[in-house]
């Protein structure tokens, strides 16, 4: 059975980080319909959801993924490179020690979940404003018995790696070329988001379905003329946030 961990939306959730976006209002309750919709969808696939309580003091709690990275062998918690997620990690890590042996990245090294991308036994983790090469360091010390190769890789003009690209089946991701090399996965085939749709990349494979934002028709078309299923989701709210459709949950075999 797959396991996924979601929280509730936080009341602060206007005050969250900003990075690339301009500030806009973020309707607290339509928030809040989306992301219960959104948990809805990760029911329908046969997931059971551990929904937390809402952070009310930790205006981007919602994003759960940056706070953890969860495989098989491990979970390892991270350091997030705001100051103001560093505690989002705790009640994360509390809910997890039932599932899997527990890790941490230490200081100085920080590292946000939405910056690791895993296929396989490769994992890649993005540089960005968020993480740095001391947590590609410390991700391979803490991994190194378990048998994943960690690649570093650079982007440019976005939050997170999985803002850049994100896996989309067995063999094949899609990715804003504008925003990170196509060349750092070799081994997989790809398909570019339209570019009129430059946050459009970050979609999450369950099973062989696609969660995407339902606000970029363009790119949807692309995937589901490669043969993709497509089950669109409206995120319009979290997006102003910068969260997109991975950053919501922690999903892994349980």
């Known amino acids: ?22 500030r806009q209002p973020i309707d607290f309750e339509l928030a809040q319909d989306q992301h219960e919709k959104y948990e809805d969808v990760l029911h329908s696939l046969g997931m059971r959801v551990i929904s937390l309580t809402a952070e009310a003091d930790l205006p981007d709690s919602v994003f759960v993924e940056d706070t953890a990275i969860v495989l098989d062998e491990v979970a390892v918690i991270t350091r997030p490179g705001a100051d103001s997620r560093k505690p989002e990690i705790f009640s994360i890590a509390n809910t997890l020690s039932s599932f899997r042996k527990l890790d941490y990245i230490k200081a100085p090294a920080s590292l946000d979940g939405g910056d690791v991308l895993v296929i396989g ?13 001391l947590a590609l360091e410390q991700m391979r010390y803490i991994l190194s018995p378990y048998g994943y190769t960690i690649k570093g890789v650079e982007t440019s003009g976005c939050l997170h790696l999985k803002s850049a690209v994100t896996q989309v089946a067995e063999k094949t991701i899609l990715i804003n070329p504008d925003w990170i090399d196509k060349n750092n996965f070799p081994e997989m085939d790809y398909i570019k988001i339209n570019a009129s749709e430059p946050f459009s990349a970050n979609v999450l494979l369950i099973g062989k379905s696609v969660i995407f934002p339902d606000a970029f028709p363009n790119t949807r078309k692309r995937l589901q003329a490669a043969g993709i299923t497509v089950i669109p989701v409206s995120v319009s709210e979290l997006a102003k946030a910068e969260g997109g459709v991975t950053c919501c949950s922690l999903i892994f075999k349980s």
């Open 1 to 22: 059975m797959l396991t996924a961990i979601t929280r509730q939306v936080s009341p602060s959730i206007n005050q969250c980080e900003l990075t690339y976006l301009e």
């Open 121 to 133: 036994k490769t994992i890649f983790i993005g540089f960005s404003s968020r993480s740095n090469y």
